[in-house]
């Protein structure tokens, strides 16, 4: 009986580990393919394409073939108490976010033509939901979960994924440095409340939901609010 119980632990212990390593070298060949990107012509492309198709591929295959949907997250806990929170918390994060676009704008800011662009005639505004589940899979999900399940201490996760989160938009976002510091900004306040619901409720799709809504606010950003006050 031991035995097994070692076994078993023995088992677990390796497949945390594993989840561990896999999440942050994924982060590292973003930030390394950002990087090279960023001084030759293929720009952040490639990084963007392996942050959204790396995260949700990383999360399903483990979910799948080592049944961990629990320990990353994306399964159990209290999902509904992470829904309610997660309205409540995004419908507070859209308002802050166009205020201070309404006040961003009144003060001579710039608009953000170059994302514009691009979710415009590039046509990837619809791509949008899935970006928010690769980044809330990898950040909130299986990286959030590995760190926790490893002892490091909680407050100290939340920060340091929120700002990983962040530092990401530096190295996938295919923009100029001041639309991706606009964008880092509006990244913060959602990666430290959405891991402190996902502290809470052991459940990441409440933070999915503060992320969506969220990206509406970006949208009204984006494509409204300049308009209104043109």
């Known amino acids: 009986m031991s035995s097994v119980k070692a076994f078993s632990s023995s088992s677990g212990l390796e497949s945390l580990n594993a989840r561990f390593n896999q999440s942050f070298a994924l982060m590292a060949m973003i930030w390394i393919l950002g990087l090279v990107g960023h001084f030759t012509q293929l720009q952040e492309w490639p990084a963007l394409f392996l942050y959204v198709l790396g995260s949700i591929g990383l999360v399903v295959w483990r979910g799948k073939s080592n049944g961990e949907w629990q320990e990353m997250f994306l399964a159990g806990g209290d999902l509904r108490k992470s829904l309610l929170w997660g309205g409540v918390v995004g419908f507070v994060l859209f308002a802050m976010d166009v205020i201070n676009t ?9 608009p953000m ?8 005639n590039k046509s990837l505004l619809f791509l949008f ?4 589940l690769a980044e809330e899979f990898l950040w909130r999900g299986i990286m959030f979960s590995a760190m926790i399940e490893k002892g490091f201490n909680k407050h100290l996760t939340v920060f340091l994924t929120a700002m990983f989160y962040v530092v ?32 809470k ?13 969220t990206m509406l606010s970006m949208m009204l950003d984006i494509f409204v609010i300049p308009q ?3």
Do not use: C, D
């Open 168 to 199: 990401n938009h530096f190295a996938v976002a295919p923009v100029g440095m001041k639309e991706r510091a606009l964008m880092a900004m509006m990244a913060f306040p959602i990666g430290i409340f959405g891991g402190y619901l996902v502290l």
């Open 129 to 132: 939901p899935v970006l928010v």
């Open 113 to 120: 033509m170059e994302m514009q662009n691009i979710l415009v």
């Open 201 to 213: 409720t052991r459940n990441v799709w409440g933070s999915v939901l503060v992320h969506m809504i």
């Open 102 to 110: 309404v006040l961003y704008y009144k003060n001579g800011g710039p």
């Open 228 to 230: 209104l006050l043109h």
